[in-house]
């Protein structure tokens, strides 16, 4: 993760985040803290379901941890209950081999509409979201909030350009902005200006209204 390093020490990017608390202070931490614990709560029974039934489809890991940059650059394990093969990278090389345009569009998005890593019962758990329920310990960790910029890896995050600052302000959401404004139907260009407005705007009202409408 050297590049990583680079962006979280970079001048722009500490002149802007350097001493200062993730976006939202200590009232969005409280909200995060509480509406985590409920969640988990609530939702235990399907949380224990979702683990047997990935374990026993195909015997493999119960969780993906992907490494992604959050508040301040720093890097943690994004938690996702696991929904590719367990040789998903050979599987996705293979497919840009024989898909030159499925490559561009990886490029453009960092999204496949045809993903071949995916499995039959991940393609089920990303079409509810429920992959992500695993975030809801990350944020207990404080490595993420309910409602924040989509976690980036630190390619993604050069992308950003002069708008990284404004990412590496807040702490990465379980949902946010972009989720709730047509996710895979617009460009990435647009998901940097939904993370931008979010930061710049921020209200525990906006939040509340991004979970209603999630």
Known sequence: MKSASRSA??????????????????SKRSFDILVALAALILLSPIFLLIMALVKYTDGGSIFYGHRRIGYNG???????FRTMAENGDALLQQYFEENPEALEEWRAT???????RVTVLGTVLRKLSLDELPQLINILKGEMSIVGPRPVV???????????VYYLRSRPGLTGLWQVSGRNDV?????IAFDTHYVRNWSLT?????????
Request: with cysteine; charged share 25%; net charge negative.
């Open 110 to 116: 960092r999204k496949l509409q045809d993903d071949p």
């Open 154 to 164: 630190d390619e993604e995050l050069e992308l950003y350009e002069a708008s990284a």
């Open 9 to 26: 020490s970079s001048p722009l990017f500490n002149s802007v985040t350097a001493g200062a608390p993730p976006v939202g202070g200590i």
């Open 206 to 214: 906006r939040d509340l209204v991004i979970v209603v409408r999630t």
């Open 74 to 80: 720093t890097t943690f394990r994004c938690l996702k």
């Open 187 to 191: 460009s990435y260009a647009a998901r």
